[in-house]
């Protein structure tokens, strides 16, 4: 990983089922990211869910998902 990329990691299910109850939505909705992204975790596989972990404009550390996508 380049050391200005974002760390991206996969949720566990227990963490994909508190997140679309958190924010009260489907897989569906979730953004996507390309299963061809080099940024994604060796193992990541077409339907999990992947946290983005970048700071945001004030430098407060802020949570991206996206859901892997052929």
Known sequence: MHQLQPKHSKLKPDEVKALLKQYD???????TIKSTDKALPKDAKIG??????????????????????M
């Open 25 to 31: 939505i489907s897989h569906t909705q979730l953004p």
């Open 48 to 69: 999990e869910v992947i946290r983005i972990e970048r700071k945001d404009e004030k430098g407060e550390k802020a949570n991206y998902y996206r859901i892997v996508v």
